[in-house]
């Protein structure tokens, strides 16, 4: 599976890693996804999603309905909930 948020759709991102003398190479930034189970009340069940960890702590705030809910409306939730 690619490495991309299922909420929130981070995902890698490229830059360059620079030298003392000014030389870059090209690199990846990797989101900080972790494998994470949350309680989905309305239907009573269990969901495992891929989630970075702010979106985690944005889910601790708001509610994981919330935030699925905004998610739905941005067009970034890719989880089949």
Do not use: D
């Not at 981070?10 to 309680?39: D, E, I, W």
């Not at 601790?60 to 905004?70: D, R």
């Amino acid at each position: 599976m690619a490495r991309v948020c299922q909420i929130s759709g981070k995902k890698t991102q490229v830059g360059n890693n620079v030298s003392h003398a000014n030389n870059k190479t090209k690199r990846k930034f990797y989101p900080n996804l972790q494998r994470k189970r949350f309680y989905l009340a309305s239907e009573g069940r269990w969901v495992e999603l891929k989630v970075a960890t702010s979106t985690i702590r944005t889910i601790n705030k708001n509610g994981l309905e919330a935030v699925l809910k905004k998610a739905k409306a941005k067009g970034t939730l890719t989880a089949k909930v």
